[in-house]
């Protein structure tokens, strides 16, 4: 199996293909993008090379759709990801609340769409910071050395996410400082963090990766940006299929802040 496209699309077709495989006892090598290793654990041959990630990808339209594509019907099998990457690390005194961000300019450099804005992440560190161990999941910038590299064409916008943590909310764990502390790559981490949790935000795209670890997924979708009609992104789409999960859709922050309320106050 050959995967070189977005990672999104690694996640959705090509690892539940290999994963099928292996289950058959057919799958003899695995080649990807730097930073997939996690990905396909279970590949005993399984090789990083440095690619671009702008591979077209034949089954983009049905992925976007909200009922299930073609490919999932036969030899379609999910790693079990929760399963694997449970662990003993990332346990505390209370129940994890995982929160995804992207903050990187898309369509051409266009803007930032699909984000959780800063004046959102306030509200949601202040609503949730009692209750939960708020851990925040994103990059500072490509890493090689921690097994993180961003698509092509990314371009990050500091949005004072990371000052609002360090002066205001000490205790939510910002990624970033854990990979100083622990030697794991980027993806072991966050799938580490994420097996141990049934609560997680994300904005869409990004979606995809904690929609393969059970609970409840919000999904914050821009109401007006290019990628606004992409079904994949309601509530209770198909990426259900990757681990069970309850996705939960919003188009405003008012909305997302609303619906971690009502389902984990």
Same mark, same amino acid.
């Given at each position: 199996v050959e995967a070189y496209n977005e990672f999104g699309f690694i996640l959705m077709y090509y690892a539940p293909l290999a994963y099928n495989m292996y289950l058959k006892g057919i799958l003899n090598e695995t080649i990807s993008r730097r930073g997939t290793s996690? #990905? /396909? &654990?279970?590949?005993?041959?399984? @090789?990083?090379?440095?690619?671009?990630?702008?591979?077209?990808?034949?089954?983009?339209?049905?992925?976007?759709?909200? =009922?299930?594509?073609?490919?999932?019907?036969s030899n379609w099998t999910p790693p079990p990801y929760k399963k694997h990457f449970k662990n003993d690390t990332f346990i505390y005194d209370k129940p994890?609340?995982? !929160? +995804?961000?992207?903050? =990187?300019?898309?369509?051409?450099?266009?803007? !930032? /769409? =699909?984000?959780?804005?800063?004046?959102?992440?306030? @509200?949601? /560190?202040?609503? /949730?910071?009692?209750?939960?161990? *708020?851990? &925040? !999941?994103?990059?500072?910038?490509?890493?090689?050395?921690?097994g993180y590299v961003s698509d092509e064409r990314q371009q990050l916008v500091d949005i004072?996410?990371?000052?609002i943590i360090k002066n205001e909310f000490q205790n939510v764990i910002w990624i970033g400082d854990l990979l100083d502390e622990y030697k794991m790559t980027y993806n072991e981490m966050q799938f580490k963090i994420l097996a141990n949790s049934d %609560? +997680?935000?994300?904005?869409?795209?990004?979606? #995809?990766?904690?929609?393969?670890f059970g609970g409840d997924v919000i999904v914050y979708k821009h109401p007006d940006c290019v990628s606004s009609n992409r079904k *994949?992104?309601?509530?209770?789409?198909?990426?259900?299929?990757?681990?069970?999960?309850? *996705? %939960?859709?919003? #188009?405003? &922050?008012? @909305?997302?802040i609303n619906e971690a309320i009502k389902l984990w106050k």
């Open positions: 996690d #990905v /396909f &654990y279970f590949s005993k041959n399984h @090789k990083e090379i440095d690619c671009k990630s702008n591979t077209l990808f034949e089954h983009r339209k049905a992925c976007y759709m909200e =009922n299930p594509p073609k490919f999932t019907k994890i609340l995982t !929160i +995804h961000n992207k903050i =990187n300019k898309e369509w051409g450099n266009r803007g !930032i /769409f =699909n984000y959780i804005d800063s004046d959102s992440l306030y @509200k949601l /560190f202040k609503e /949730f910071k009692e209750k939960y161990q *708020i851990i &925040y !999941i994103r990059p500072i910038s490509d890493s090689l050395e921690k004072g996410d990371l000052e %609560h +997680h935000i994300s904005p869409a795209g990004d979606s #995809v990766i904690p929609c393969y *994949i992104w309601n509530s209770n789409s198909w990426l259900k299929l990757l681990s069970g999960s309850n *996705i %939960h859709s919003c #188009v405003s &922050y008012d @909305k997302l």
